[in-house]
T-cell receptor, first 115, second 116 residues
Framework: DTGVSQDPRHKITKRGQNVTFRCDPI?????LYWYRQTLGQGPEFLTYFQNEAQLEKSRLLSDRFSAERPKGSFSTLEIQRTEQGDSAMYLC?????????????FGPGTRLLVL | AQTVTQSQPEMSVQEAETVTLSCTYDTSESDYYLFWYKQPPSRQMILVIR??????QNATENRFSVNFQKAAKSFSLKISDSQLGDAAMYFC?????????????FGKGTKLSVIP
């Protein structure tokens, strides 16, 4: 059973560029989450998918951010016109629907640095 | 809004000793779950222990146990017989178990160092 994987693990970009991250959840998991973690802070929720439907979005997810989960499998998170404040670790997690409170399994994250 | 507070930014413990990490939370809900996650340096976050709020019995996982005080909204983690591999950031997290809410709310974390 492979865990959650994320690609790339590291990304350095210049301000104003677009970046896209990919997350592959645990194969049987139908729920997928994106979080952002800045230095010295705990992860903060960005968005959540059940199968291919995006059901919840945080106010942190500005118009420059878009997430998709086509066919309910892998997910992508795109940031357009990156800003220095976007520099953070972007974490993906997945879970198997079980009535709420089920454990979310995290990937290794993508560390983004915007110069 | 729910909040999770970890008042100890850093802790240290001698190898083989016991350490307790503190966590308090604020919620108006009665049904929820609490978690402790471990994040080793440059490695992914893994679940340490999970507690269901409706269960009075404290959860345990081998050397890890919690002291869950629902009325006080306190959820501390005790690590017994500390090992070098326990060195990591530890995050306390809360999730409401009602329909439509699946986001974890995390504390800021406690950095645990284990001294040989």
């Amino acid at each position: 059973d492979t865990g959650v994987s994320q690609d790339p693990r590291h990304k350095i970009t210049k301000r104003g560029q677009n970046v896209t991250f990919r997350c592959d959840p645990i194969s049987e998991h139908n729920r997928l989450y994106w979080y952002r973690q800045t230095l010295g802070q705990g992860p903060e929720f960005l968005t959540y998918f059940q199968n291919e439907a995006q059901l919840e979005k945080s106010r942190l997810l500005s118009d420059r951010f878009s997430a998709e989960r086509p066919k309910g499998s892998f997910s992508t998170l795109e940031i357009q016109r990156t800003e220095q404040g976007d520099s953070a670790m972007y974490l993906c997690a997945s879970s198997l629907a079980g009535g709420g409170g089920e454990t979310q399994y995290f990937g290794p994250g993508t560390r983004l640095l915007v110069l | 809004a729910q909040t999770v507070t970890q008042s100890q930014p850093e802790m240290s413990v001698q190898e083989a000793e016991t350490v307790t990490l503190s966590c308090t939370y604020d919620t108006s809900e009665s049904d929820y779950y609490l978690f402790w996650y471990k994040q080793p340096p440059s490695r992914q976050m893994i679940l340490v222990i999970r507690q269901e709020a409706y269960k009075q019995q404290n959860a345990t996982e081998n050397r890890f146990s919690v002291n869950f005080q629902k009325a006080a909204k306190s959820f501390s983690l005790k690590i017994s017989d500390s090992q070098l591999g326990d060195a990591a950031m530890y995050f306390c997290a809360y999730i409401y178990s009602g329909a439509g809410s699946y986001q974890l709310t995390f504390g800021k974390g406690t950095k645990l160092s284990v001294i040989p």
